[in-house]
């Protein structure tokens, strides 16, 4: 079956599976063994394939789009059999953007065959808005470059700038219980001043790297709003308990003893304490995020969930 990957990403062709900054979505493409093209060159494609997934440019490049009345998922019909429409971001964060572009985003997903979202919560959400079928498309990583730090370090990774997509206060706050350094990288979304909070923000670095950094940590808090929770799955695989908010699959799966509701710092400040102060509690988590995410994200089961998809279109 041919597979290809659409994106704002200004590159064609396959993935290697030894690319160094193999993050989620390129992670997908390489264990569907799928070709990615640039959606701004579509017109440039002669291939003909059996399923295309597309993220679909956000912010400008989606205005861009929007004010074109650009037929994006029309277009790629005339070269794949099946479109499915990837989930980018929280479901709700296409809302942000004018009138216009969330009128042409919407029609886009009504024309879709399928919604491939990141978490539970999405799945109701998108189907209820669209009637078109939707799936989980779990997170997804390709272990074989990862090096991981012979020593652990007391210190704390906080994921997520001071920002409302990100939730990086609440990640601040909760990481302070730990009383150890805080390690933290910075996003798009940084703000002039954040780094007077006492985190320690790495520099841009590719994702080979970033893993190495991160396994060098003790503890890590996440709490993004519920998107594709890379973190919490990071954290699992170098064995590092993560606390975060439940609404986000892979640390509800991953980690169920250190999940919280949204918003429910006070337990999440708990669990901290309680992972500083009790071995056997912080050993039982290392053991158990480790042995979930052999049963649950390793490629072999993320490949059996993707069979079972196609065999719903």
């Known amino acids: 079956m ?56 956000k912010e400008k490049n989606r205005e861009y789009l929007a004010h074109q009345n650009y037929p994006i998922i029309k277009n790629l019909k005339n070269i794949c059999n099946k479109i499915l429409v990837m989930q980018e971001s929280t479901h709700w964060d296409w809302q942000d953007e004018s009138f216009n572009a969330m009128v042409w985003y919407y029609n886009q997903l009504i024309e879709a065959d399928g919604i491939l979202c990141h978490n539970d919560i999405d799945v109701p959400y998108f189907k209820g808005i669209t009637n078109t079928p939707s799936f989980i498309f779990p997170t997804l990583m390709i272990e074989d470059n990862i090096k991981i730090s012979k020593t652990k370090e007391e210190k704390t990774f906080i994921a997520g700038n001071w920002h409302t997509t990100y939730r990086g206060f609440d990640s601040w706050v909760i990481g302070q219980e730990f009383e150890t350094p805080l390690v933290g990288f910075k996003s798009g979304k940084f703000k002039q001043g954040e780094e007077q909070n006492g985190v320690n923000y790495l520099p841009w670095m590719n994702w080979s790297n970033f893993m190495f950094e991160l396994s060098k940590c003790k503890y890590g808090v ?3 709003q519920a998107s594709a929770g890379q973190f919490p799955l990071n954290c699992a695989y170098l064995g590092i308990p993560c606390i975060g908010y439940n609404d986000i699959n892979t640390q509800k799966d991953l980690f169920p003893e ?56």
């Not at 990403?9 to 993935?15: D, F, Q, T």
Request: one cysteine or more; charged letters at 25%.
């Open 2 to 57: 041919n597979i290809a990957f659409f994106t704002e990403g200004g590159y064609n062709g396959k993935v290697s599976r030894n690319n160094p900054n193999i993050r989620t979505d390129q992670a997908w493409m390489c264990a569907l063994n799928a070709i990615h093209h640039c959606v701004f060159q579509l017109d440039q494609i002669t291939q003909k394939y059996d399923i295309g997934i597309i993220i679909i440019p």
């Open 222 to 224: 996440q709490t993004y």
């Open 258 to 313: 250190l999940s919280v509701k949204r918003g429910d710092i006070l337990s999440a400040r708990k669990l901290a304490n309680r992972l500083k102060s009790d071995k056997d509690f912080y050993d039982m988590n290392v053991t158990m995020c480790k042995m979930m995410y052999e049963e649950l994200y390793k490629e072999d089961k993320f490949l059996k969930k993707w069979e079972i998809i196609k065999s719903h279109l």
